[in-house]
């Protein structure tokens, strides 16, 4: 039994998902197969992309992309700092060095594409974006940018499954001209990595996916996740190769089929579940948009969202160890995303100081509230009703 009235986060697992892994394991072939080719054939479909690759987690696809797009010691990529430390650490882990960017604003808690342009010089090779709490970032400006440079694009879309924006095609309207299309997160920058943890809004445990519309790309990604060899064993199972050779000194970051079975059941509920988040973010931002100093992030944003998060901004930097007391005392549970990375001690050790205000603002006042699918009505009026008594005394 959960210690909360209304926990942060929960998953919308049942008897399908169960029934799934139940059939992988009856079925004995447990390592990555046929069952994880489908749902990276689904999966490729609902983003919008050719290729779509099952990694172990969001972590081993980050890397694999800057990896496979080039960066490397002595190159730098800018991200935002306002995001969980893997978006920096996969950087580093290819030698390249991140830049952190500033954010947008209190209203806004995507990766400002003025303060990317800022951070730009002769060592820049990438911009990885985070589509905070599954706001799709202001793509069509980051990809301008990057065109102009030259730089790559890596899309983290650990928060946005689903969730998409409008942006301009070069090239690709009649008689050549540009075009403005709709596309989903993950198929507008070079490559697209997202997280299936246990609190995402497509859950398998731990679990991962690359995208990419590139095929020299796909080919990459597809040989070095899997120790550089150039055959599997599913492939050899089914009689296509007796051996294999070994191309690049590559990882194991091969998925398994029982999370697999559980990404493709996700992937199946994951529109109407979005929805439901939607339902509920709505909610929240008609009873708390009279509460005066109390910023809700996205509450006008336009594009279409995973509604991952349920973000607020109190009104002074003081406030939120009382604030988060005073709702875990009703047995509400809250968090904030995220601790600036670049305020970590070993960030501070590696990384030029340099100041990003609105991200420290943010950083101060932060304070993430409970979102998932079938969150009711009662708990989240608990939850509004909470904020407003504490507003009422402290505001």
């Not at 290819?94 to 830049?99: D, F, H, R, Y």
Request: aromatic content about 8%; hydrophobic content about 40%.
């Amino acid at each position: 039994m959960s210690l909360w009235n209304v926990p942060l986060a929960d998953i919308d697992l049942g008897d399908e998902e169960i029934g799934a892994v139940t059939e992988v394991l009856r079925s004995k072939w447990l390592s990555m197969g046929p069952v994880t080719a489908e749902f990276e054939q689904q999966f490729a479909t609902m983003v919008g992309v050719k290729h779509a690759f099952a990694v172990t987690n969001c972590t081993a696809a980050l890397h694999l992309a800057h990896l496979v797009l080039g960066a490397g010691p002595g190159d730098t990529v800018v991200c935002p700092s306002l995001t969980f430390v893997a978006t920096a650490n996969a950087i580093r882990y290819t030698g390249a060095a991140p830049v952190f960017a500033d954010v947008t604003g209190t209203e806004n808690c995507n990766i400002s594409s003025e303060s990317i342009a800022s951070c730009l010089d002769a060592t820049t090779k990438g911009i990885c974006v985070v589509h905070y709490g599954g706001y799709p970032c202001d793509m069509d400006s980051i990809m301008t940018l990057a065109r102009r440079h030259g730089l790559y694009v890596v899309e983290d879309v650990a928060h946005a499954p689903g969730a998409g924006c409008w942006v301009t095609l070069p090239g690709h309207g009649p008689g050549g001209d540009s075009e403005w299309v709709f596309k989903r997160c993950g198929s507008i920058g070079d490559i697209g990595c997202f997280s299936f943890f246990s609190n995402k809004n497509l859950a398998t445990g731990e679990g991962g996916m690359l995208t990419t519309d590139q095929d020299v790309l796909a080919e990459r990604i597809k040989l070095l996740r899997s120790h550089g060899m150039t055959s599997l064993t599913w492939d050899r199972d089914r009689g296509h190769s007796f051996s294999y050779d070994v191309m690049a000194s590559g990882f194991n970051y091969r998925i398994d089929e029982m999370r697999s079975a559980l990404g493709l059941v996700q992937l199946r509920k994951l529109e109407a579940n979005n929805q439901r988040r939607a339902e509920a973010v709505n909610r929240y931002h008609e009873k708390l948009a009279g509460l005066a100093g109390i910023t809700l992030p996205f509450a006008h944003y336009e594009g279409t969202s995973s509604y991952h998060l349920l973000p607020i901004v109190l009104p002074a930097d003081e406030q939120r160890p009382g604030f988060t007391e005073f709702l875990k005392e009703r047995g509400i549970q809250t968090s904030m995303h995220y601790p600036p990375i670049h305020q970590f001690t070993y960030y501070r050790s590696c990384t030029t100081p340099k100041a990003l205000p609105v991200t420290e603002q943010l950083g101060r006042r932060l304070v993430t509230l409970p979102l998932y699918p079938h969150i009711t009505l009662e708990q989240i009026d608990a939850v509004v009703e909470a904020v407003t008594t504490w507003h009422s005394q402290h505001v």
